[in-house]
């Protein structure tokens, strides 16, 4: 039966990890897959991850089965760290939380959800997007729309296109935003414009998921979801898919989860009743140990801290090395002008550069890129910034 079957293309992303590995070059380069890398070019284990995962050893008692949507206390930190403890949506419980297999996991679970409930309505997702975005949705078989969101030749949020996009989508339909930290531009809007994008998907009468990978790595843990907070209003409804594979280097455990916000605990209650059918005929139930390590951590205040301290020496590495980027490349005599990435936010950045540079850079000097040109800002180092940016020097004197 599997005779007749065609080779599937590599992912665009995993698939650029096996070449790198393939390549039996020394001084290689891998600013392709979305993985944090401290300065020694290693994805380290936190180590109030390592403190909390010592205590959870002794202390688990079983192995047993999670329910459906997860622990209950890991829901309870989520929304605390999404909404903030005092958030009217925390206090009035009209936001109940499923813990996923990862964002992905969440991502899927939404869209089941989304198309068994609401079959008629398209999804709009931003042009660019994360890649896995479209083909998550499609699977689900729901419609998927794009709206303009990158600039590419001013380098910037394209929010005049993007706006009058949105304006004449059709009552119903959902639309995708990223949180912060945009994948894979790096750009975000500003306060003024995420505040217009409430008001405008409010009045559309539009149901907004919300991705949000990345919370704490682009302005900071509170920063990162104001935009997010300003859809938050009495009686709004919205989805929120979370990850925590970046900001708890958790990648392997698979943790996320999936919040509703209905407009009252009742219309959230019976959503959710709804959404533990899409979950129940998916994975059944989620994994444990990466939920128990999470809450284990925002339940200990010591732990606490040291995750948010260890959170922003990330967070400041990023964007130290956006601004040391910029600088070595001026330095090579590199003409053109790289100051935007300096404006981006997160582990990721357009670089503008094309497929041809692209694919020279991994063909003569060793150095792996998306083929949009995005690059993993996290995976620069002090060790591979000069000989990275004399490369893109070279090809871009090509």
């Known amino acids: 039966m599997f005779d007749h079957l065609e080779m599937a293309p590599p992912d665009s992303i995993l698939g650029l990890t096996e070449a790198f590995k393939n390549d039996p070059r020394t001084n290689k380069i891998n600013l392709g897959v979305g993985v944090y890398k401290d300065d020694n ?42 909404f903030g403890v005092h958030h009217e949506i925390v206090q009035s419980k009209r936001a109940v939380t ?4 990862g964002g992905t996991g969440g991502l899927r679970v939404a869209a089941d959800f989304i198309h068994k409930l609401f079959p008629k309505s398209a999804i709009w997702l931003s042009e660019p997007t994360w890649d896995n975005h479209k083909a998550i949705f499609k699977a689900a078989g729901i419609e998927v729309r794009t709206y303009p969101y990158y600039d590419y030749t001013h380098r910037s949020l394209a929010f005049d296109s993007m706006v009058a996009a949105l304006e004449n989508t059709p009552e119903g339909d959902v639309v995708l935003l990223h949180a912060c930290c945009h994948n894979p531009s790096g750009m975000d ?15 559309r009468g539009l149901l907004p998921i919300f991705d949000f990978a990345y919370q704490g790595l682009g302005d900071g843990l509170e920063e990162d979801a104001e935009g997010m907070r300003l859809f938050c209003t009495p009686g709004a409804e919205l989805l929120v898919c979370s990850s925590f594979s970046k900001n708890f280097g958790l990648y392997n455990e ?5 919040t509703i916000v209905g407009a009252s605990a009742d219309a959230a209650d019976r959503a959710f009743s709804q959404m533990k059918i899409c979950i129940r ?34 967070c400041q590495r990023i964007n130290g090395m956006r601004r040391l980027f910029v600088e070595r490349l001026q330095a090579q005599g590199v003409k053109e002008d790289f100051s ?6 997160g582990m990721f950045s357009f670089s503008g550069l094309t497929l041809e540079q692209v694919t020279r850079l991994r063909e003569t000097h060793g150095i792996y890129i998306v083929g949009s040109g995005r690059i993993n800002v996290a995976g620069i180092t002090s060790a591979n910034i000069e000989p990275l940016c004399a490369a893109i020097a070279s090809v871009l004197r090509g």
Not at 98 to 101: D, I, K, L, M
Not at 254 to 258: F, P, T
């Open 340 to 345: 935007f990435i300096t404006r981006q936010k």
């Open 98 to 101: 499923a813990q996923t297999p």
């Open 189 to 203: 809007p500003n306060l003024e414009q995420w505040a217009a994008l409430a008001v405008l998907v409010r009045e």
């Open 281 to 314: 005929t998916n994975y059944s139930n989620p994994p444990a140990h990466g939920g128990a390590v999470i809450t284990a951590v925002l339940r200990d205040a010591e732990l606490r801290a040291q995750w948010v301290q260890e959170l922003t020496e990330m």
């Open 41 to 82: 070019n290693d994805t380290p284990v936190l180590a109030c991850v390592k403190r909390a995962e010592e205590r959870l050893l002794r202390e688990e008692k079983t192995k047993s089965y999670l329910a459906i949507p997860g622990s209950a206390e890991y829901g309870a930190v989520v929304r605390e760290l999404l």
């Open 254 to 258: 698979r943790v996320g989860a999936l």
